[in-house]
Nanobody, 120 residues
């Protein structure tokens, strides 16, 4: 079994910055993709950013140039640096990882979510 623990959310004024972290622990053979999603009240969950095992990144258009995703494979951790935050970035942010527990068995895991609130 795998556990994901997120940290770094909070309340910030528009224009400010936050850094989210998500650490995976448990039975981990290899971590494939890692990513961050967010869900605002009344809206569907959406992909914010993702990073593959070879560090290829993908960003939602709404965050390009402001957010940066990175990963530390030695620590089984993914980060999301969020700069120039806007009120519309307010949401619960969820970590998502695709993890191999063996050479062939893999599954998706979700973090518990961390609240990010940007005040105007």
């Amino acid at each position: 079994q795998v556990q994901l623990v997120e940290s770094g959310g909070g309340l910030v004024q528009a224009g400010g910055s936050l850094r989210l972290s998500c650490k995976a622990s448990g039975i981990i053979f290899r971590i494939a993709s890692m990513g961050w999603y967010r869900q605002a009240p009344g809206k569907q969950r959406e992909l914010v950013a993702s990073i593959t095992s070879v560090y290829t990144t993908n960003y939602a258009d709404s965050v390009k140039g402001r957010f940066t995703i990175s990963r530390d494979n030695a620590m089984n951790t993914v980060f999301l640096q969020m700069n120039s935050l806007k009120p519309e970035d307010t949401a619960v942010y969820y970590c998502n990882t695709n993890i191999f527990s063996s050479g062939t068995d893999r599954a998706d895991y979700w973090g518990q979510g961390t609240q990010v609130t940007v005040s105007s």
